[in-house]
């Protein structure tokens, strides 16, 4: 039982990677049919692999089995679940409907899609060697996993394919904007925040706003996490101080 409870972080990395594997299967699956409610079922289970990524880390503290093979393979899943599936998942959503009419949106759709996991692998490269090195309570460049929700949030929103030229171009402006936000410099706040009276208070408008807008909540939460983070990275810039900005670590 000893050498057991060692596979139990392991064990949960792997349903999150069963996740993303059927995500991506749905996906493919459902290029060419384009059922809006198969696009949504994938966006939902990217949003239950994120759900397990947070609970491997949880389970390996509260059982005392953090190691390092758990590290990589957490970060091997992120690359696949947040990455490579959402990136997919666009693709066949936004592209291949449009692909016979407009070959031109399908060849950059691809080039976009690419764009996306690339910037994901590198987002977690740099996040991997800078552990210790930058503070904690803000992340350097958007999160992969905040990444894959964002561009996931939309098909949850909009389960239906887009059916012309334009829809498919916002998509794959979409896709690179997330993807340069996530190789930025820009400080992301993390949820290690200092927990406050006003913090519990956001989190009761959200679920109310969750419960109202239902689907069309999470459009709008990510719309207002990135513009609230680029004012508030452009603020410390012009010197205010009112939210501490990031600690700079010497080397």
């Known amino acids: 039982m000893q050498r057991a409870k060692f596979a139990l972080p392991s064990s949960v990395t792997l349903l999150s990677i069963a996740c993303g594997f059927g995500s991506i299967v749905l996906s493919v699956d459902n290029a060419h049919a384009g059922y809006a409610a198969d696009y949504r079922l994938a966006a939902a289970l990217l949003v ?77 490269a740099r996040f991997n060697v800078n552990v210790g090195r930058t503070d904690p309570k803000y992340f350097v460049g958007m999160p992969i996993t905040a990444g894959a929700a964002c561009v996931a949030s939309v098909v949850v929103a909009w389960p239906e394919p887009p059916d012309t030229s334009l829809h ?25 925040q200092k927990k406050s009276t006003a913090l ?9 706003l969750l419960v109202w807008l239902r689907a069309y909540y999470f459009v709008l939460f990510f719309l207002v996490y990135v513009t609230g983070t680029l004012a508030l990275n452009l603020a410390w810039k012009q010197g205010f101080t009112k939210v501490p900005p990031p600690v700079v670590y010497e080397d």
């Not at 498919?168 to 949820?191: A, K, Y």
């Not at 519990?200 to 109310?208: C, E, G, K, W």
């Open 48 to 124: 239950l692999a994120g759900i397990f990524d947070a609970l491997d880390g949880f389970v390996a503290r509260a059982t005392g089995t953090s190691s390092e093979f758990g590290v990589q393979l957490d970060s091997i899943a992120d690359v696949m679940n947040f990455g490579c599936a959402p990136a997919l998942l666009l693709y066949c959503y936004g592209f291949v409907p449009m692909g016979p009419a407009d070959p031109m949106l399908l060849r950059a759709g691809g080039i976009a899609a690419f764009f996306f996991v690339a910037c994901g692998a590198l987002r977690l």
């Open 168 to 192: 498919g171009w916002l998509v794959v402006l979409l896709l690179f904007l997330v993807g340069s936000l996530m190789v930025s410099t820009i400080r992301f706040p993390s949820s290690k």
């Open 200 to 208: 519990f208070v956001v989190l009761a408008i959200n679920i109310a």
